[in-house]
């Protein structure tokens, strides 16, 4: 499955932005001016959307309130990052249990790819602090970084892998055939939330081709 990252200016705008989408990430940390009163208008309109706010767009307080809001307003999934400080996370994902709302703990790395037994314990301090889907997402300088990220989904758990940056693209292409639950796209070019994005259409393209040729010589 793909989902959309929209950081649109406005609930309006945002609300347009969601027509014909199935899942849909809501980054509320780069729309400064929705209120916590339009978050939960925005989260009641549509059942498939990912509720991220991530650091430095509002103080710990807003942010929560934000999540918190989403959450009750029906978001299909909450995103928490791994480094949050405990009562935030267990005030949300308090929340989120109570309104069945799935919860996405997310590990990001802007500079690197750690080694892979860096990352298969961050993935495992994610389980044990109650994610019912793990999110790394790591910038990746080369190939072998690619493959790391990768391997991670040779297991049973619901994990979504991200290679940020131009060399990490192929990641957000194959993730979902290889166990992924969902990958991200842009809502079009130019609409990019992280480095590295594809957009909608193109990725949709790439994913099924890659689909139907797996498929073809399965079959031969």
Known sequence: MICVSLAEPGCAQCLTALEGLELAEIRLDRMGDLSVEDVATLFARHKGMIATCRPGSFPDDGRKARLLAAVSAGAAYVDIELESEEPYREEIMAKAREFGCKVIISFHDHEKTPDRKTLSAI??????????IVKIACTVR???????LIGLLDDSRSIVVIGMGEKGR?????????????TFASLTRGRETAEGQIDQVTLESLVETLREQTSKEAAS
């Open 123 to 132: 993935v495992e301090d994610s389980f044990l602090k109650g994610a019912d």
């Open 142 to 148: 080369s190939e072998r970084d690619n493959a790391r």
């Open 170 to 182: 192929i990641t957000r292409v194959v993730a979902p055939l290889l166990g992924s639950p969902f």
